[in-house]
């Protein structure tokens, strides 16, 4: 088991990508899935997604999707433990990617609100393709519309590809600064 000793409002989210980075794990994609207690995946049941992911030991998460109907959204969920933003300047990202074929993933910064949620997409999209490809992106967090600098959960969300699809997710850090 790999310890938690890291602080600040990234801590538990890191922690979990480091427990999915030691740990070898496979099985069949599904409309909803848990890889851990914090990360999850979820698409749209028309799609009627099938396939398998894999973490082997010492990389993040390797999917390999079939959709087999037309739907609107999968994504790639990840719990962030940051109900108040107000002390911070940024929240952002940086993270590695490959691809069989070009693949253009957005990601987003989901906020709790009493409503339900608000989206706050990052300005730019991760562009995937055959040879690993680093990109960092970070939000402001004062001044965003649709950021709101308290909430009760957040998660960061990779929304993927609604067709079949490839796409290994090689490493992944998420900061708040």
Known sequence: MTDNIRLGPDA??????????????EDDITASFELLPGIHFHADAAMNPGGRYRSPEGRLLELEMTAEGEGGWAGLHLAINAPDLTPFGFLGLACRTAAPEMQVI???????????????????????????HSHLDALPVHGRDRLPLHAPWRELIFFLPTHSFRWSLLDLRLFIV
């Open 12 to 25: 538990q989210t890191n922690h979990a990508l480091d427990l999915l980075r030691a740990a070898a794990r």
């Open 106 to 132: 957005r990601p987003c910064l989901r906020s709790g609100t009493a409503d339900g949620f608000t989206d706050c997409f990052f300005d730019k999209h991760i562009l995937s393709q055959p040879e690993e």
